[in-house]
């Protein structure tokens, strides 16, 4: 996985905030370019890794200091997506982390998650701070990410039984490595279309297939389109209970995405879009959902 390099791009024009964020690049940078063949790589890692989100807080703790001195009015879910980073998003990250021993694959992936969430959230919400960024609507969903939380976990279970904890509740679009992705939509009975959209890092995915299958390791290269597609029906088939579901859309081939493909369509906005864990690999969850006008049969005759 690639980190995003600094660019000029990410100034917001406050001097102590512009400093940290290049700063905080750099050590992205220099985390990739240790090689595991050095003596001593795997304490490297970890001092490097410790730097980083010893530096973080201390940027989070000036960045908001200087939100408060304006007196900004988005603070408050501002210093919200800052203690989120820091005690879901690093938790589980480093918690990979040390599964893996410190891997040369897993501290890359840890650099590029982290750049991702960093770069993404300069250009929407510290540029935001300095009134750079659009205004945009928010949903707070907060409430609702313990019962989400849960029947992913329970669905996870049950398809690919593996148990998944959240790692981020502001997911942003973060590259997950190799994976599999795919869309639906449903109808509800209250007039609501909602949208999913999925993400499955392929040693889930293939978990899931072999299971299906019973076969013992289903190989990337054994893997068709049916295959993927009857493992995200499972998926929806337990985690479109969190609706009150009347009509089902359906899903076929088409439904399936690729990267770019999924990318464009996260961009459209997804109030809800959470990042999950597992021994397995990583699973992305995002749902929106729109009023659509029901036509009447009446009119539908006419």
């Known amino acids: 996985m690639e980190t995003i390099e600094w660019d000029e791009k990410f100034n917001i024009g406050v001097e102590i905030v512009d400093k940290a964020h290049a700063k905080l690049f750099k050590i992205f940078r220099k985390l990739t370019e240790i090689s595991p063949e050095e003596k001593n790589s795997q304490h490297t890692y970890k001092e490097g890794i410790k730097y980083l ?37 690093l938790v589980s990250l480093k918690k990979d982390l040390e599964l893996s021993n410190y891997s040369k694959a897993a501290v890359q992936r840890f650099a590029g998650i982290v750049s991702n969430w960093v770069a993404e959230h300069i250009m929407k919400e510290d540029q935001a701070i300095v009134g750079k960024a659009g205004t945009r609507k928010n949903y707070d969903i907060s409430a609702q990410i313990p019962l989400i939380s849960k029947t992913v976990n329970r669905t996870m279970l049950e398809v690919f039984q593996v148990e998944a904890k959240l790692a981020s ?72 209970k969190l609706f009150r579901v009347e009509t089902e859309h359906e899903f076929e081939k088409e439904n399936l995405l690729t990267r770019e493909n999924f990318r464009k369509n996260f961009m459209k906005g997804y109030p809800c879009s959470l990042l999950f864990n597992t021994k397995s690999g990583y699973f992305i969850f995002c749902y929106r959902s729109w009023r659509v006008k029901k036509q009447k049969a009446e009119a539908a005759q006419a």
């Open 53 to 89: 989100e010893t530096y973080s807080m201390t940027h989070f703790s000036e960045e908001e200091a200087y939100m408060r001195s304006i007196r900004y009015n988005g603070y408050a879910q501002h210093k919200r997506l800052h203690d989120n980073f820091r005690d879901k998003t």
């Open 169 to 240: 509740a502001n997911y942003k679009g973060q590259n997950i490595g190799e994976g599999y992705y795919c869309y639906r939509y449903y109808d509800t009975e209250s007039g609501l279309r909602i949208q999913f959209l999925l993400g499955a890092e392929e040693p889930l995915l293939l978990r899931g297939a072999s299971l299906l299958t019973g076969k013992q390791a289903v190989q990337k290269e054994d893997i068709t389109e049916e295959m993927v597609l009857q493992v995200f029906g499972q998926l929806f088939q337990n985690l479109s």
